[in-house]
Each structure stands twice: as structure tokens, then as C-alpha cells.
């Protein structure tokens, strides 16, 4: 069951189109286990961000091959 929460709480954070922020907010209200509030709490209180998820289809389409991976702008943490 906190497996299943934690899947659900990563596609809320990561996968749903919305800003972290906006995300971590939402979540609050959504998922109350030990694992999800550690998690929400270590994502708030991230001082450099935190990595998020990358759609590879996305990536391999959006940016031609001879590009820096610096350059992309996906690969930068989100602060919040």
C-alpha cells in the first residue's frame, strides 16, 4: 500500500504538468503515509531542487543530437 501511495504521489509531483510548487501543495492535501510526508518535506525543504522526471520521447525529439546536455533545459533541477 505505501509502494502504491508513493506511485501515485511521483506522478502527482513529476508527471502532472503541474509546477512542483503547485504539485507538493496539492499532494499535501492528498497523501498522508510516513514515506509521502518524508518526501514532501525533503522536496520543500531543498535548498539546490530536486532532479525531475524526463520523457525521453520528449528529449530525443526536442533537442537535436550535437547539443550539450547543459543546454537542456529539462535536466535542470526545479527550485522551489
Do not use: M, W
Amino acid at each position: 500500500e505505501a509502494r502504491n501511495e508513493l506511485r501515485k504521489l511521483y506522478h502527482l509531483l513529476f508527471r502532472s504538468g503541474k509546477n512542483l510548487k503547485n504539485a507538493v501543495a496539492c499532494a499535501r492535501g492528498q497523501f498522508n503515509s510516513e514515506f509521502s510526508i518524508k518526501l514532501l518535506d525533503f522536496i520543500e525543504s531543498s535548498k539546490r531542487g530536486v532532479c525531475t522526471h524526463i520523457n525521453r520521447r520528449f528529449h530525443d525529439t526536442k533537442f537535436s543530437p550535437d547539443q550539450k546536455e547543459e543546454e537542456n533545459p529539462h535536466d535542470q533541477p526545479q527550485n522551489l
